[in-house]
């Protein structure tokens, strides 16, 4: 299940969503999505990505991805910084993009 919801009321769009992942604990979903290495066998736009800052100690990373388009778009170069965190059984994630 996935919810989305775009706002368009102030400033630029932001995107949030919601995503239910059955089966799955929490640890293999988070592994999944951060690990950039794993992403190109699955996700099949990504046709580079380099770490460029990393700290294991606060969950921060700052990532350099570019994504394919079909012909009539141009590539896409995205500077990502990321942090994840775990508090409890919970673990939240915050993704800042600047294309």
Same mark, same amino acid.
Request: aromatic fraction near 18%; charged fraction near 25%; include cysteine.
């Given at each position: 299940?996935?919810?989305?919801?775009?706002?368009?009321?102030?400033?630029p769009? &932001?995107? =949030?969503?919601?995503? @239910?992942?059955?089966?799955?604990?929490?640890?293999? @979903?988070?592994?999944?999505? /951060?690990?950039?290495?794993? =992403?190109? $066998? /699955?996700?099949?736009?990504?046709?580079?990505?380099? &770490?460029?800052?990393?700290?294991?100690?606060?969950?921060?990373?700052?990532?350099? /991805?570019?994504?394919?388009?079909p012909?009539?778009?141009?590539? %896409?170069?995205? &500077?990502i910084? $990321? %942090?994840? /965190?775990?508090?409890?059984?919970?673990?939240?994630? @915050?993704?800042? @993009?600047?294309?």
């Amino acid at each position: 299940m996935l919810d989305t919801l775009l706002c368009f009321q102030t400033g630029p769009t &932001i995107l =949030r969503s919601r995503t @239910v992942f059955e089966d799955a604990t929490p640890e293999l @979903v988070r592994d999944f999505f /951060w690990d950039d290495e794993f =992403r190109p $066998r /699955w996700d099949p736009m990504l046709s580079y990505f380099k &770490i460029l800052e990393e700290c294991g100690h606060t969950g921060m990373m700052i990532v350099h /991805w570019i994504k394919k388009f079909p012909f009539f778009c141009s590539d %896409r170069e995205y &500077i990502i910084g $990321r %942090r994840i /965190w775990e508090s409890g059984k919970t673990y939240y994630c @915050v993704t800042k @993009v600047s294309p």
